[in-house]
T-cell receptor
Framework: AQSVSQHNHHVILSEAASLELGCNYSYGGTVNLFWYVQYPGQHLQLLLKYFSGDPLVKGIKGFEAEFIKSKFSFNLRKPSVQWSDTAEYFCAVNARNQGGKLIFGQGTELSVKP | DAGVIQSPRHEVTEMGQEVTLRCKPISGHNSLFWYRQTMMRGLELLIYFNNNVPIDDSGMPEDRFSAKMPNASFSTLKIQPSEPRDSAVYFC?????????????FGPGTRLTVL
């Protein structure tokens, strides 16, 4: 069965610090990869996604993620975080040949101190 | 574009009562997903539909849960009877016809509290 693992449950950073959130998945076939963000009290919004091509994907708000197939990883990065990036971040995977079923990681809560 | 619409936004009910959650997907989208979010289990897919047909309901916890999609613009998730452990935020998401590479757009969620 597919699974998604996010290594950090809670990350605390100061503004302007660099961010990297880890995501690993287990599935041997072709996958589509997503990062979603959930701001406090709001619904999930797509940050970025990868399904083919350049493994370095750029998303909204200065976020990017790199797909490393050999490591089954899709880590999220941002060079300089802002207080407004305080939110919960979810990595998600679906298998290309299994329709639309998204498997989510358990989420990483990011707190940015002003 | 109104996005995915869910109602009610908040629901407080007593154990044993029937609860119905509603979702209106984005117009033109042909896939609809129901998720549940809890602190303990995170985000779990309950069921999803393609073209109004249930495709995978393996995430539905038990027979107390049922979901329907009578047409392309409306879906319900029903819990009968409700129990305190059903307390969670229930999200509906819809997706266009691009298949698995397409983005799922989430609604604002329904926060359910069962007393």
């Amino acid at each position: 069965a597919q699974s998604v693992s996010q290594h950090n449950h809670h990350v605390i950073l100061s503004e302007a610090a660099s961010l990297e959130l880890g995501c690993n998945y287990s599935y041997g076939g072709t996958v589509n990869l997503f990062w979603y963000v959930q701001y406090p009290g709001q619904h999930l919004q797509l940050l970025l996604k990868y399904f083919s091509g350049d493994p370095l994907v750029k998303g909204i708000k200065g976020f990017e993620a790199e797909f490393i197939k050999s490591k089954f990883s899709f880590n999220l990065r941002k060079p300089s975080v802002q207080w407004s990036d305080t939110a919960e971040y979810f990595c998600a995977v679906n298998a290309r040949n299994q329709g639309g079923k998204l498997i989510f990681g358990q989420g990483t809560e990011l707190s940015v101190k002003p | 574009d109104a996005g995915v619409i869910q109602s009610p936004r908040h629901e407080v009910t007593e154990m044993g009562q029937e609860v119905t959650l509603r979702c209106k997907p984005i117009s033109g989208h042909n896939s609809l997903f129901w998720y549940r979010q809890t602190m303990m289990r995170g985000l779990e897919l309950l069921i999803y539909f393609n073209n109004n047909v249930p495709i995978d309901d393996s995430g539905m916890p038990e027979d107390r849960f049922s979901a329907k999609m009578p047409n392309a613009s409306f879906s319900t998730l029903k819990i009968q009877p409700s129990e305190p452990r059903d307390s969670a935020v229930y999200f509906c998401a819809s997706r266009g016809s691009g298949g698995s590479t397409d983005t799922q757009y989430f609604g604002p969620g329904t926060r359910l509290t069962v007393l």
